[in-house]
Nanobody, 115 residues
């Protein structure tokens, strides 16, 4: 059974930092493209960072320069370092692992940024 479990969310003041983790089990983590998404109340889920199997990251403009995605294939773990957080970053953050035939999601972790 495949599991993706996020951790590291919480409450932080604007300008602060958080580091999210996503631990994977039951799958060959290194073969997955990994991504972080977020969903704020009343809004659609949006991609905030992705990383290829080979470790190449990509970001939307909204978080570029503030968020950094990384993966540790030896520890089956995905990370998201979030700096200079803004109130508009408040959302539930999800990790996603996929390849051509599978698509796994975690249960999400809440990030709240106070002004």
């Amino acid at each position: 059974q495949v599991q993706l479990v996020e951790s590291g969310g919480g409450l932080v003041q604007a300008g602060g930092s958080l580091r999210l983790s996503c631990s994977a089990s039951g799958t060959i983590f290194s073969q997955l493209v990994m991504e972080w998404y977020r969903q704020a109340p009343g809004k659609q889920r949006e991609l905030v960072a992705g990383i290829t199997r080979g470790g190449w990251p990509n970001y939307p403009n909204s978080v570029k320069g503030r968020f950094t995605i990384a993966r540790d294939n030896d520890k089956n773990t995905l990370f998201l370092q979030m700096n200079s957080l803004k109130p508009e970053d408040t959302a539930v953050y999800y990790c996603r692992g996929r390849d051509g035939s599978v698509d796994y999601w975690g249960q999400g972790t809440q990030v709240t940024v106070s002004s």
